[in-house]
């Protein structure tokens, strides 16, 4: 069963515009979110992060957005640039403890174009 | 920094072959992961460890055994490589952080 759900595998979006990814979760425990960036070849790194007592925390170009009711958030790229183009996973945490872990989206992959 | 490092970028066995994948973690962190990446599938959890010598299963165990004989080491065992296997291997760690390092990767190839 699957906690984390990126229900679309890809996206394309052209230079300058916004990359809305989105993010859905079933388990009413996590309360921490996560959003990782990863190129081919490479490991993920981490992008941003929002704790559910908040519903939006910005970075740069990047903002995620938390909607608790509706179990749902959303990574916000604006502007988008060709550099941007990678797989994004949605990973979320229960309550940190010390066999915590954490449970990942299946992954969207975001395309750019100039 | 945390660095997570993985011995090799790219590897290649034949079936039957058992392999060993390495990870070392320079900054002290209790808890490693080994995951593995496949198109449509996501990050898959095989393995993780909250402390030296402790393992626990993760989604998909089979095949698959580790060993955590160190708190710097955590080391993916493939008992007997099947094609099946063919993958990229990540493995992370984490301390008191909610979020993981990631290390660059192993894709592994089997033949």
């Known amino acids: 069963d699957q906690q984390v759900k990126q229900n679309s595998p890809s996206l394309s979006v052209q230079e300058g515009r916004i990359s809305i990814l989105n993010c859905d979760y079933t388990?009413?425990?996590?309360?921490?979110f996560l959003w990782y960036k990863k190129y081919p070849a490479e490991g993920p790194t981490f992008l941003i992060s929002?704790?559910?007592?908040?519903d939006k925390n910005e970075d740069g170009r990047f903002t995620v957005f938390l909607n608790k009711s509706a179990k749902h958030l959303s990574l916000h790229i604006v502007p988008s640039q060709p550099g941007d183009s990678a797989v994004y996973f949605c990973?979320?945490?229960?309550?940190?403890?010390?066999?915590?872990?954490?449970?990942f989206g299946k992954g969207i992959t975001l395309s750019v174009r100039p | 920094d945390v660095k997570v490092t993985q011995s090799s970028r790219y590897l290649v066995k034949r079936t039957g072959e058992k392999v060993f994948l390495e990870c070392v973690q320079d900054?002290?962190?209790?808890?490693m992961f080994w995951y593995r990446q496949d198109p449509g599938l996501g990050l898959r959890l095989i393995y993780f460890?909250?402390?030296?010598?402790?393992?626990e299963k993760g989604d998909i165990p089979e095949g698959y055994s580790v060993s955590r004989e160190k708190k710097e080491r955590f080391s993916l065992i493939l008992e007997s490589a099947s094609t099946n296997q063919t993958s990229m291997y990540l493995c992370?760690?984490?301390?008191?952080?909610?979020?993981?390092?990631f290390g660059s990767g192993t894709r592994l190839t089997v033949v």
């Open positions: 900054m002290d962190h209790e808890n």
């Open positions: 992370a760690s984490r301390g008191h952080q909610y979020g993981y390092t």
């Open positions: 388990n009413s425990m996590f309360d921490y």
């Open positions: 990973a979320a945490s229960a309550p940190h403890g010390a066999n915590s872990k954490l449970t």
């Open positions: 929002i704790s559910s007592i908040k």
């Open positions: 460890s909250y402390d030296v010598k402790m393992k």
